[in-house]
């Protein structure tokens, strides 16, 4: 299968996703615009799926800034699929940052009251690690339908002083006023 037929794969893998997220029946849908955030603009859509226990975070900013991530809540994994760079980084969910299923809807609207207020996003950042996954499975169907065919890498959470003399580059990945994600190595950038 030529590279065209990986993308047309995935295309049809990323939209059947979204309809298995959006079902009315188990879903209940975020709809969020970016319009007025320090991003520079674009809109997010975050869909939750309280049956399956997944969200789904949408961002539409063009080409280049475009990404979606997917965070499976039974699995304890994340993953986000940078659509420019036509890979997928998956990382752990930090329990202790990213908001449970229930109270995302509810964290969005007040800090998005707050964000003219001054009040800022907590931030998590993770370094990339240079190895190409091969196998998916571990990380639950959700995850290895939105990365199938794509360059998939693992990143590992990073803490402390250790990151502030980072000086490579990072893809940056703002959910709905909450929580700033910082994907930082090689693979982000080629």
């Not at 955030?37 to 309280?50: A, E, F, K, L, W």
């Not at 990072?170 to 982000?188: E, K, P, R, V």
Request: hydrophobic residues 35%; charged residues 20%; contains cysteine.
């Amino acid at each position: 299968m030529g590279p065209s037929g990986y993308w047309a794969l995935g295309v049809i893998v990323f939209i059947g996703l979204l309809g298995f997220l959006w079902d009315s029946t188990s879903a209940d849908t975020i709809n969020i615009s970016n319009d007025d955030n320090t991003s520079g603009g674009g809109s997010q859509r975050v869909s939750i799926n309280n049956e399956h226990n997944v969200a789904n975070v949408d961002n539409d900013n063009g080409w280049d800034g475009s990404w979606n991530s997917i965070w499976d809540y039974n699995t304890g994994f994340a993953a986000t699929r940078i659509f420019a760079k036509k890979t997928c980084i998956v990382h752990r969910l930090n329990r202790d940052v990213v908001p449970g299923l229930q109270d995302l809807e509810r964290m969005s609207k007040e800090n998005r009251a707050n964000v003219h207020a001054g009040s800022s996003p907590k931030s998590l950042r993770y370094e990339v690690e240079p190895e190409e996954l091969s196998d998916l499975t571990q990380f639950g169907t959700p995850i290895e339908n939105l990365c199938r065919g794509l360059r998939t890498y693992k990143a590992q959470e990073v803490q402390g002083q250790s990151f502030l003399f980072y000086s490579g580059s990072c893809f940056q990945a703002g959910i709905i006023w909450l929580l700033n994600i910082s994907l930082c190595g090689q693979t982000t950038v080629v």
